[in-house]
Each structure stands twice: as structure tokens, then as C-alpha cells.
């Protein structure tokens, strides 16, 4: 590589890390994004920009605006590059991986399902099976990185309907790759691992990955005592849902990508 690449790859790499050093959350707009000042040299942002690791979103009139969106690309490199510069990252992101679910990991899933859920609210094991098998890239599994353990997910499936049924909790087959809402089914953290920030990392994370998906909302029902959680996190309450799972009533809840 030449000396002049070579530096040129060392400018936008720090300048991206710098971009995910100073983020910080987008509380007028949605606030599970995070955005960074683009303070920086211009070249290096559009290069960013153009591999997808920054979003430079453009205004109405086509000009710029003074901040970009960090993409999950760009986050992930970003972690990269600190790492090897020996720089903390965020705590949560050194303890934790956050991917997708794996098919040998069901059970495992299933397990944490039956802790955090009553037997009438949980998800079977054949039902989480089905579900995995259907819908593996609509999990969203945070994996401890010390034991190697499953620490929480999200889960949910994709549908153009509008609002929640019990059928999305038992019949994977309601899945629909290209639907535009997701409806969530679990969240779920290990009693262990709670009053961390986990819930609400998986919630911010999973609501970013699926806006880079171009889905247009995301739709849950939780009891009444979830609602102040939910609203914490951006969600907004529809209230009663016509879902009666586990013969009790649920809040349908959304929040708009
Ligand atoms: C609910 C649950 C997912 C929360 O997980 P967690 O990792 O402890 O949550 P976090 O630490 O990310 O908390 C985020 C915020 O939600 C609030 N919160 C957490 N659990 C809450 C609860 N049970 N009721 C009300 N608010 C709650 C926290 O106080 C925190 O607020 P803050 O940001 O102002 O401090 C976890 O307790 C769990 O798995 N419970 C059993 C399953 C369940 O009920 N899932 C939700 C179904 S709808």
C-alpha cells in the first residue's frame, strides 16, 4: 500500500473513531439513534459515508446537515479501531456481543424464556425452535463475552399487518421476510444480568438495525406495569390490545423507525 493510502485509511479511521467517541443520542428525533458532529475533514467523511459506515443524511434543499448518523457497520469498526488502539470501549459492548441468534442456540433461548415468563406467557421450546428456523435475523442475542453465555435477546417477526395477534406468538409461518412492522414476541434478560442497561441496549440496537432495514415500525404488548419501561425507551402506549395471550389483556405498544 502506498504511503499516501496508507495514511489517508488512518485518517478516516480516526476519524471514525472519534465520530463514535462524541456520539450521543438523538432525543428530538428518535432516540434510539445516535448521531456525532461531522467536524471533520470532508473527504474523509464522504468516504465514510460511501462505505456505509456513516449516514451523512441529506436536507430537504440536498444540503448537508452538521451532524451524521453512526451506522451498525460503523459502530462495529469503530470498536474495532479502538480496540487495537487500547481504548475502553462503552462497557456494555466489551461485555457483551450483540448478534444474531444461532440454530444450536434454542434451547438455550427457550431457557431464558421460561425464566423471565410465566408457563401461560412463554414461548415453547418447539414454538422458539419454529421461530429461530423462521425468523433467525429478527433475533437480537447478547452474548457474554467471558462464559460465552446468553445473557437476554429480542426476538419479533415481520408482517404488513398493523397490529398484534396471538397467531405471531405460535405460528412462525405468519413471518413475512419483506413485511414492513415487526411485531416483537420476547424481551427477555437473565435476572442475573438485569438493572444494567441490557433491555434497553438490545431494544436501541435491534430498533436501529431494522430501520437500516427499512422497516416502518415496531409494535409490542406488555402489561400495564411495562408501559412506564416501554415509554422510556420511545415507545408510544395504543392501549388495550385485542391480544388476550396467556387469557390475560396486554397494551399494545409502537414506536415508529
Ligand atoms: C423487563 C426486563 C427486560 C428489563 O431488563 P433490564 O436489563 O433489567 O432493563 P434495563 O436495565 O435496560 O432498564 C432500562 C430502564 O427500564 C427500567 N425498568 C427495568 N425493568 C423494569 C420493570 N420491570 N418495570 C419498570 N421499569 C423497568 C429501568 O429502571 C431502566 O430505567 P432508567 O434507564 O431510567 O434507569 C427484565 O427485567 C426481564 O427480562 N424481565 C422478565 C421478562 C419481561 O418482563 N420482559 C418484558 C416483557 S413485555
Given at each position: 500500500?502506498?504511503?499516501?493510502?496508507?495514511?489517508?485509511?488512518?485518517?478516516?479511521?480516526?476519524?471514525?473513531?472519534?465520530?463514535?467517541?462524541?456520539?450521543?443520542?438523538?432525543?428530538?428525533?428518535?432516540?434510539?439513534?445516535?448521531?456525532?458532529?461531522?467536524?471533520?475533514?470532508?473527504?474523509?467523511?464522504?468516504?465514510?459515508?460511501?462505505?456505509?459506515?456513516?449516514?451523512?443524511?441529506?436536507?430537504?434543499?440536498?444540503?448537508?446537515?452538521?451532524?451524521?448518523?453512526?451506522?451498525?457497520?460503523?459502530?462495529?469498526?469503530?470498536?474495532?479501531?479502538?480496540?487495537?488502539?487500547?481504548?475502553?470501549?462503552?462497557?456494555?459492548?466489551?461485555?457483551?456481543?450483540?448478534?444474531?441468534?444461532?440454530?444450536?442456540?434454542?434451547?438455550?433461548?427457550?431457557?431464558?424464556?421460561?425464566?423471565?415468563?410465566?408457563?401461560?406467557?412463554?414461548?415453547?421450546?418447539?414454538?422458539?425452535?419454529?421461530?429461530?428456523?423462521?425468523?433467525?435475523?429478527?433475533?437480537?442475542?447478547?452474548?457474554?463475552?467471558?462464559?460465552?453465555?446468553?445473557?437476554?435477546?429480542?426476538?419479533?417477526?415481520?408482517?404488513?399487518?398493523?397490529?398484534?395477534?396471538?397467531?405471531?406468538?405460535?405460528?412462525?409461518?405468519?413471518?413475512?421476510?419483506?413485511?414492513?412492522?415487526?411485531?416483537?414476541?420476547?424481551?427477555?434478560?437473565?435476572?442475573?444480568?438485569?438493572?444494567?442497561?441490557?433491555?434497553?441496549?438490545?431494544?436501541?440496537?435491534?430498533?436501529?438495525?431494522?430501520?437500516?432495514?427499512?422497516?416502518?415500525?415496531?409494535?409490542?404488548?406488555?402489561?400495564?406495569?411495562?408501559?412506564?419501561?416501554?415509554?422510556?425507551?420511545?415507545?408510544?402506549?395504543?392501549?388495550?390490545?385485542?391480544?388476550?395471550?396467556?387469557?390475560?389483556?396486554?397494551h399494545e405498544m409502537e414506536i415508529m423507525l
Open positions: 500500500m502506498s504511503e499516501k493510502k496508507k495514511i489517508q485509511e488512518a485518517i478516516d479511521d480516526l476519524t471514525l473513531a472519534l465520530l463514535y467517541l462524541t456520539r450521543f443520542q438523538d432525543r428530538e428525533g428518535s432516540q434510539f439513534n445516535e448521531i456525532a458532529w461531522k467536524g471533520y475533514d470532508f473527504d474523509a467523511l464522504e468516504r465514510l459515508d460511501a462505505a456505509e459506515l456513516i449516514m451523512d443524511l441529506k436536507n430537504r434543499r440536498g444540503g448537508s446537515y452538521k451532524y451524521a448518523y453512526m451506522t451498525e457497520k460503523g459502530r462495529n469498526k469503530a470498536r474495532e479501531i479502538l480496540g487495537e488502539l487500547n481504548i475502553e470501549d462503552q462497557e456494555l459492548y466489551e461485555r457483551f456481543e450483540f448478534r444474531t441468534i444461532k440454530p444450536e442456540e434454542a434451547d438455550e433461548a427457550a431457557d431464558i424464556e421460561q425464566a423471565c415468563f410465566p408457563a401461560n406467557e412463554a414461548c415453547t421450546r418447539e414454538n422458539m425452535k419454529d421461530r429461530i428456523q423462521a425468523a433467525a435475523d429478527l433475533f437480537l442475542v447478547a452474548m457474554d463475552r467471558k462464559t460465552g453465555k446468553m445473557a437476554g435477546f429480542l426476538n419479533g417477526i415481520a408482517t404488513n399487518e398493523n397490529s398484534f395477534r396471538d397467531e405471531f406468538f405460535t405460528d412462525a409461518a405468519t413471518h413475512d421476510p419483506q413485511g414492513r412492522n415487526i411485531m416483537l414476541l420476547g424481551l427477555d434478560v437473565l435476572p442475573e444480568y438485569r438493572e444494567q442497561g441490557l433491555a434497553k441496549e438490545l431494544v436501541y440496537c435491534y430498533c436501529r438495525r431494522e430501520q437500516e432495514r427499512s422497516r416502518n415500525r415496531l409494535v409490542l404488548t406488555c402489561h400495564e406495569e411495562k408501559v412506564a419501561m416501554y415509554n422510556k425507551f420511545g415507545f408510544r402506549d395504543l392501549g388495550q390490545s385485542v391480544s388476550q395471550w396467556g387469557g390475560v389483556s396486554w
